[in-house]
C-alpha cells in the first residue's frame, strides 16, 4: 500500500498550512442557529449539533480536546478545542490527506477514517484510526495543535476498527479494537493488541476479551482506560440507534471481564446513546462525551455528567437507582477554574482572508487546481472543474461541504458565474444539499441567457439521473442563493434573488437524506461536463449561516 510519503519541502508546506488553519480557528465565532451554553451556569444537548461523530475527548491540564471521525472528507480528523466541556472551537485537521492517495482521489463513500481516539504518553499526543480496509494507523504531535507527523501504520488488516491505546504503568502499551463484520466477516467482538513501546506497530497476534453475540450484539467502539487497579473497556452496543452504552471491567488486561450496562436511552428522547468518552476533569468532576443519531443531521455530540459507584460508573442520571443513567437534555455546566466565552465552531464564511474556514471539506483527497481563495479579493474562486463520475454528482470529489449545523437554520450565498470562450454547455455553479440522495440550486448561461435552476437527484449511489425540477430565467449571472433547512425531517427549501434583497421560491421541498455513516451536508460546488472546452468558474463572495426567520438582505459587501 502507498502511504502519503512527502519531500521535506512538502512536508515542510503541510506543516505551514496546519498551522495557518489552526491560527484561523482561534478566532472566537458564536453561532447563529445553535449554542448550547445557556448563559446561565447550565448547558444544553447536544453540545454539538453537527456531525461529530464516535467522538473521543483529551485533557491536557484545563483544554479539552475532541477528535471524531471524518471518513472519505479531506482534510480529516477534526481537533476541537474546549475549555469547559460545553464551548468548542475549531483548532486543526491532523490529517490533510488520506492514504492511500491516490486510490482516495476518487470519492470514496463510508471509507476512510472511522472512529480514532487519543492517547498521550511520554509528552507526545497520538491519534490511532482505522481505516476498515487498511488497517489500524497512527499519527502524532508534541501537542493537539500540530504538526501531525504521516500515518504509520501500525496493524495491518480488513474489518479492524475502532482502536483505543492505554500506556500501562509498567510501560506496555495495550490496542482494544472492535471488527466490521462487512469486512472481516465477524462483529460484536473485543480484542486487545499488545504494542511495542514505541506505539508504532502491533507485536503479537491479539486475543479477544469479551464476545457480544449473546448479551450485546454489535458491540463495538471500545475505549480502553485503567483506575483503582481496573481496566475498564467502555463500549456501545445493540446499534447505534437502538442500542446502550456498556462498561466491561477486569483486574487484568485480557479479562476475565464483567459486563454492567452504565446508559441506556429510557424514558429520555436521546436514542442510542453510542460511543464516547470519559473525562476527568481538573477539577475533579467526571463527564462522558457521546453521540446520537439523528438521521439527516448526522452524530450529533452530547455531554453526560458521570460518577462512581463500587468502581462501576453511572453516565447521565440515575433516576430509580438501578445503576444505569439516562441521557439529560439540560444539566449544570463542568466546574471549572476561570472563566470561559460562548463560542462555537466556524459556520459561515466570508472568504476573506486568502483562505477558506477549517469547517469546510471536499468529498476526496483535493486538488489544488479545483479552487482558489486570494487575500484582498474578497471571495472564493471554484473552477468549473470537469465530472467524468457519470449521471450526477454524488461520485464528484470537489464539492465543498460542511456539516447541518442545527436544526433550523438557512445557508446564503452570493455567485457570479463566469463563462470563457464562450464554452458554456454542461458548466453550473450553485448552492447544494448533498446526501445519498441530494437537491442543488444553479446557475447556468445558455446561449445568450442566463438560468436558475432547482435539481433533484434521488438515489445517487445508484446511478440515477438528476430531473430539473424548475427553472427560471434571469437578467445576469450574479445570483443570491438560499436554502432553508427545517427539523426534524430536514425539509429544505430554496430561493434566489437578483437584488439580495426579495427572494422568490424555486422548486419543491426537498427532505434532506444522509450519506453512508454520515449526514447530510450543505455547500457550493462548480462543475464542467467531461469532453467540454475547460474554462469557467464561479466567485463565491460569501457563505451565511443564519437563523430562518431572518428574511432580509444577508449581503453588506
Not at 157 to 184: E, F, Q, T
Amino acid at each position: 500500500m502507498k502511504l502519503l510519503r512527502s519531500s521535506g519541502l512538502l512536508l515542510a508546506l503541510i506543516m505551514m498550512l496546519c498551522v495557518s488553519e489552526s491560527s484561523r480557528a482561534q478566532k472566537k465565532y458564536v453561532s447563529r442557529v445553535w449554542t448550547a451554553d445557556n448563559g446561565d451556569g447550565t448547558y444544553r444537548n447536544p453540545i454539538l449539533f453537527a456531525d461529530y461523530s464516535d467522538p473521543d475527548v483529551m485533557r491536557i491540564g484545563d483544554d479539552y480536546y475532541l477528535v471524531s471521525s471524518s471518513f472519505n472528507c479531506t482534510p480529516g480528523l477534526p481537533i476541537l478545542h474546549s475549555r469547559d466541556l460545553v464551548n468548542w472551537t475549531f483548532l486543526t485537521h491532523a490529517l490533510p490527506g488520506l492514504p492511500d492517495e491516490n486510490h482516495y482521489r476518487s470519492v470514496r463513500h463510508g471509507k476512510g477514517v472511522w472512529a480514532p481516539s487519543f492517547s498521550r504518553h511520554n509528552e507526545m499526543v497520538y491519534i490511532y484510526y482505522p481505516d476498515p480496509d487498511y488497517g489500524v494507523f497512527m499519527i502524532k504531535a508534541r501537542s493537539p495543535e500540530g504538526p501531525w507527523s504521516a500515518p504509520v501504520l501500525v496493524l495491518k488488516g480488513k474489518g479492524i476498527i475502532d482502536p483505543s491505546v492505554l500506556w500501562d504503568n509498567d510501560g506496555k502499551a495495550y490496542m482494544a479494537v472492535a471488527w466490521a463484520a462487512s469486512r472481516a466477516g465477524v462483529n460484536s467482538l473485543i480484542t486487545v493488541f499488545q504494542l511495542n513501546s514505541e506505539g508504532t506497530k502491533v507485536v503479537d497476534g491479539g486475543r479477544h476479551v469479551y464476545d457480544g453475540h449473546d448479551l450485546d450484539k454489535t458491540v463495538e467502539g471500545p475505549k480502553l482506560y485503567k483506575r483503582n487497579g481496573y481496566y475498564y473497556i467502555f463500549c456501545p452496543a445493540g446499534g447505534v440507534s437502538t442500542g446502550w452504552q456498556l462498561v466491561l471491567r477486569s483486574r487484568s488486561i485480557y479479562g476475565p471481564y464483567k459486563r454492567k450496562i452504565v446508559m441506556a436511552q429510557g424514558k429520555s428522547s436521546i436514542n442510542g446513546p453510542h460511543q464516547g468518552a470519559w473525562v476527568h476533569t481538573a477539577s475533579g468532576e467526571d463527564w462522558f462525551v457521546h453521540f446520537q443519531d439523528k438521521g439527516a443531521y448526522g452524530r450529533v455530540t452530547l455531554l453526560e455528567p458521570m460518577v462512581w459507584k463500587d468502581d462501576w460508573p453511572i453516565i447521565g442520571i440515575d433516576k430509580d437507582g438501578d445503576g444505569c443513567g439516562e441521557p439529560v437534555t439540560e444539566y449544570k455546566k463542568p466546574l471549572i477554574r476561570g472563566e470561559t466565552a460562548v463560542q462555537t465552531p466556524q459556520e459561515s464564511d466570508e472568504f476573506d482572508d486568502g483562505g477558506i474556514g477549517p469547517q469546510w471539506q471536499w468529498q476526496a483527497n483535493s486538488e489544488i487546481q479545483w479552487s482558489v481563495a486570494l487575500k484582498n479579493t474578497g471571495y472564493l474562486r471554484l473552477f468549473a472543474y470537469p465530472s467524468d463520475t457519470g449521471k450526477n454528482l454524488y461520485d464528484m470529489p470537489n464539492l465543498l461541504l460542511q456539516k447541518f449545523p442545527a436544526p433550523d437554520f438557512s445557508a446564503t450565498t452570493k455567485v457570479k458565474w463566469n463563462i470563457e470562450f464562450d464554452e458554456w454547455q454542461g458548466k453550473k455553479a450553485g448552492l447544494i444539499i448533498s446526501g445519498d440522495s441530494y437537491a442543488y440550486i444553479s446557475v447556468r448561461k445558455q446561449e445568450d441567457k442566463f438560468y436558475v435552476d432547482q435539481v433533484v437527484c434521488r438515489e445517487g449511489p445508484k446511478g440515477a439521473r438528476e430531473t430539473v425540477v424548475d427553472e427560471q430565467q434571469v437578467k445576469d449571472s450574479i445570483i443570491f442563493m438560499r436554502v432553508d433547512v427545517n427539523g426534524p425531517d430536514a425539509v429544505c427549501s430554496f430561493s434566489y434573488s437578483e437584488d439580495g434583497k426579495h427572494f422568490r421560491s424555486i422548486g419543491k421541498p426537498f427532505k434532506a437524506h444522509p450519506d453512508l455513516w454520515i449526514g447530510a451536508k450543505v455547500g457550493l460546488f462548480c462543475t464542467s461536463r467531461s469532453g467540454v472546452r475547460t474554462g469557467g468558474y464561479a466567485d463565491f463572495d460569501y457563505f451565511r449561516i443564519d437563523p430562518l426567520q431572518e428574511r432580509e438582505s444577508t449581503d453588506s459587501k
